[in-house]
């Protein structure tokens, strides 16, 4: 899956969460959950079983424990898809 | 170092659903789910074991420079249980010392490495929208903010 329509449904999953809407108009591989989206992070769970729903994928608590930014959900999401094609 | 967290329980309430499938699996282990389910007010519970593992992450981030979204690695024990509670957190070989404060409205957790200090922290809350404005140039320890409510310790 390429990183444009992973972020495309990462936007999808956050919106929920997050009040920063410019920030989420413009999300980008650099955007950071917390410093950024200012989630809260007892909201980052859902976030972790949103992309598990949404992906078909397991999310193990040492991948979770690096999902604090776009890119590492990226880099999560193509690892378990065994998929790093799109770039 | 010191660390503290703030839980504005009306916003927990509406904010997250921890009864969620899976929820508590990927952040409690298994003695906090018993923890909470042997528990008098499960939400309570669910948001006190939550902001001792936030407390005591807060001061071991700034220790460690290890930034991550591990819950799972905090583990945390409830030592005694009267007006205020009194807890542990561990994680890797470092312990972190808690102590809460419940009300109806909101639930406050402090945390110090060391036992004895706890006592010595100096806390301010503040309920919107009376916020202290300035509140940086007091030169806070440690900063929570939720919901309606802001938490600075000295």
Redesign the interface.
């Known amino acids: 899956m390429t990183k444009e329509a992973i972020i495309a449904a990462l936007k999808t999953i956050i919106k929920p969460y997050s009040e920063e809407t410019i920030v989420l108009e413009t999300l980008s591989e650099n955007t950071d959950f917390i410093k950024d989206l200012k989630i809260n992070s007892a909201n980052l769970v859902d976030i972790v079983l949103d992309v598990e729903e949404k992906f078909g994928i397991e999310i193990d608590n040492d991948s979770m424990a690096k999902m604090l930014t776009v890119q590492a959900t990226i880099d999560v999401i193509q690892s378990k898809l065994g998929n790093n094609a799109g770039e | 170092m010191q660390g503290n967290d703030i839980v504005d329980l009306l916003l927990?309430q509406t904010?997250?659903?921890?009864r969620?499938?899976?929820?508590l699996d990927?952040?409690f282990n298994a003695n906090e789910i018993f923890l909470v389910s042997s528990a008098e007010n499960p939400d309570v519970m669910v948001w006190l074991l939550?902001s001792m593992k936030?407390a005591a992450y807060k001061i071991h981030n700034r220790k460690t420079g290890i930034?991550?979204?591990?819950?799972?690695?905090l583990v945390c024990s409830i030592l005694s249980k009267a007006d205020l509670t009194l807890g542990m957190v561990n994680i890797d070989k470092a312990i972190y010392f808690t102590k809460s404060s419940i009300n109806s409205a909101y639930l406050h957790t402090i945390s110090s490495p060391v036992q004895h200090q706890l006592d010595k922290i100096k806390i301010s809350i503040y309920e919107f929208p009376n916020h202290l404005s300035n509140y940086r140039n007091t030169k806070p320890a440690c900063v929570s903010h939720?919901g309606k409510y802001l938490a600075l310790t000295y």
């Open positions: 927990a904010q997250s659903n921890w969620r499938k899976g929820y990927k952040i939550w936030e930034r991550e979204y591990a819950p799972k690695k939720h």
